[in-house]
């Protein structure tokens, strides 16, 4: 099946450094990607939808100057965490939109840690 | 905003129990649903969706799901659970097709 990548798959930073997290459909291309936060036992939390070409849409209570979106081809997104708090530490998952299927895939999620 | 419940936070069974799952949603028009699986380290993958159609959805693994337009409800079921049926269990919404809502997952601990 279709296979989402993301790298890194975990990382550790310090506080108040920026971490960059990179999604890719290896096998298909995806106008739409996703971005979700996963706390411990709970369930993801859409973040911002990530298009191709223009803006990425934040959900609301989500900082856009926070959280930097680039969907700069259509099989690259990245979301880079900026200024980094250990607030932040969570696991950030990303899925994309097969354009042709429409179907969507998810990644295997990056666990970032801030000290 | 929309919103998905899942009333079952934690559940345990025994192999070869039936299962059913929870799953209510808040939207009174057109939803596509959905149920993903998570293994422990893994990342979700697809159990089964409705679109349309027979409101009986089968997935992968011996699961199915019943969309209830009435109750907004769609319940995931498997006759016999298996040991490797331990997992969290998300079900999820999408309107638009876009953004995907998802609920606060449940998960399911199969003892053999």
């Known amino acids: 099946g279709a296979v989402v990548s993301q790298h890194p798959s975990w990382v550790i930073c310090k506080s108040g450094t920026s971490v960059k997290i990179e999604c890719r459909s290896l096998d298909f291309q995806a106008t739409t990607m996703f971005w979700y936060r996963q706390f411990p036992k709970q369930s993801l939390m859409l973040m911002a939808t990530s298009n191709e070409g223009s803006k990425a849409t934040y959900e609301q209570g989500v900082e856009k100057d926070k959280f930097l979106i680039n969907h700069a081809s259509l099989t690259l997104s990245t979301l880079t965490v900026t200024s980094a708090h250990p607030e932040d530490s969570s696991f950030y998952i990303c899925?994309?939109?097969?354009?042709?299927?429409?179907?969507?895939?998810f990644g295997e999620g990056s666990r970032l840690t801030v000290l | 905003a929309q919103s998905v419940s899942q009333h079952n936070h934690h559940v345990i069974l025994s192999e070869a129990a039936s299962l059913e799952l929870g799953c209510n949603y808040s939207y009174g028009g057109t939803v596509n649903l959905f149920w993903y699986v998570q293994y422990p380290g893994q990342h979700l993958q697809l159990l089964l969706k409705?679109?349309?159609?027979?409101?009986l959805v089968k997935g992968i693994k011996g699961f199915e799901a019943e969309f209830i337009k009435s109750k907004f409800s769609f319940n995931l079921r498997k006759p016999s659970v298996q040991w490797s049926d331990t997992a969290e269990y998300f079900c999820?919404?999408?309107?638009?097709?876009?953004?995907?809502?998802f609920g606060t997952g449940t998960s399911l601990t199969v003892i053999p």
């Open positions: 999820a919404v999408t309107i638009t097709g876009n953004q995907f809502y």
């Open positions: 409705y679109f349309s159609g027979d409101p």
């Open positions: 899925s994309a939109r097969d354009d042709v299927s429409g179907e969507l895939f």
